[in-house]
C-alpha cells in the first residue's frame, strides 16, 4: 500500500533553514509528481511548490519564491522540502502529498495520498 | 488569480440529516475541483476529484457536482465520522484550497 512517511517535528530559530524529508513506498516513485503543502495552526491548507519526480523540475508558489527548494533522492525514494529564512509564521504543519492521477485525463494536481504532516516550530 | 470560497464556514447538523457543502470558484475551473475531509490531528483525506468522482474507498454517501465556478459536497445521511472540516481544492491551474467548512454535530 502507498505510504508517504515524514521526518519528525523541528524547532528553529528565525532566520534558519529546515529541511523535511517525505520517504515515499508501496508505489514506482518515480512515475509520481510530489507537491508540499502547510497548514498553519488553526488555519486551512496552503499549496508551497511541486516536484515532478521523473524529470526532476519543479514549480513553488509565488508566496514562496526564493525560500523554497524542493529536491528528491529517487535511490531512496525520498523528497525534501527545504524552506529558508524561516519567521514565525512559518510555524506550521508541512505535508508531502503525491499527486493524483485521474484514469482519463492522466496527471493532475489533486493529492491521493498525504504524509503524516511534520510539525515546523520557529521560535526564538 | 482565482479565488476560491466556500459556504458555510460552519455546518451543524444532526447524525442521519444530509449535509450539502457549497465551493465557488471565481473563474470557470472546467471538473478540476478535488474535495478533502480533515479530522483533527489528521492529514487530509480525498474524497471527490474531477468534480464527481470518489475516490478510492470512499463511502458512496459522498458525492460531488458541479462544474465550471459552482459545486457541492453532498453527504447524504451523516454519520458520526463524518463531522470534520472539508476543503474544496481547484487544479485547473497550480492548486489553490478553499477556506474550508466546519460540519459540526447540532
Known amino acids: 500500500q502507498v505510504q508517504l512517511v515524514q521526518s519528525g517535528a523541528e524547532v528553529k530559530k528565525p532566520g534558519a533553514s529546515v529541511k523535511v524529508s517525505c520517504k515515499a513506498s508501496?508505489?514506482?516513485?518515480?512515475?509520481?509528481?510530489m507537491h508540499w503543502v502547510r497548514q498553519a495552526p488553526g488555519q486551512g491548507l496552503e499549496w508551497m511548490g511541486w516536484?515532478?519526480?521523473?524529470?526532476?523540475?519543479?514549480k513553488h508558489s509565488q508566496k514562496f519564491q526564493g525560500r523554497v527548494t524542493i529536491t528528491t533522492d529517487t535511490s531512496a525514494s525520498t523528497a525534501y522540502m527545504e524552506l529558508s529564512s524561516l519567521r514565525s509564521q512559518d510555524t506550521a504543519i508541512y505535508y508531502c502529498a503525491r499527486e493524483g492521477r485521474d484514469p482519463i485525463v492522466g496527471a493532475t494536481h489533486y493529492f491521493d495520498y498525504w504524509g503524516q504532516g511534520t510539525l515546523v516550530t520557529v521560535s526564538s | 488569480e482565482i479565488v476560491m470560497t466556500q459556504s458555510p464556514a460552519t455546518l451543524s447538523v444532526s447524525p442521519g440529516e444530509r449535509a450539502t457543502l457549497s465551493c465557488r470558484a471565481s473563474q470557470t475551473i472546467s471538473s478540476n475541483l478535488a474535495w478533502y475531509q480533515q479530522k483533527p490531528g489528521q492529514a487530509p483525506r480525498l474524497l471527490i476529484y474531477g468534480a464527481s468522482t470518489r475516490a478510492t474507498g470512499i463511502p458512496a454517501r459522498f458525492s460531488g457536482s458541479g462544474s465550471g465556478t459552482e459545486f457541492t459536497l453532498t453527504i447524504s445521511s451523516l454519520q458520526s465520522e463524518d463531522f470534520a472540516v472539508y476543503y474544496c481544492?481547484?487544479?485547473?491551474?497550480?492548486?489553490?484550497f478553499g477556506p474550508g467548512t466546519k460540519v459540526d454535530i447540532k
Open positions: 481544492q481547484q487544479y485547473n491551474t497550480w492548486p489553490l
Open positions: 516536484i515532478n519526480v521523473g524529470k526532476g523540475n519543479t
Open positions: 508501496g508505489y514506482t516513485f518515480t512515475t509520481y509528481a
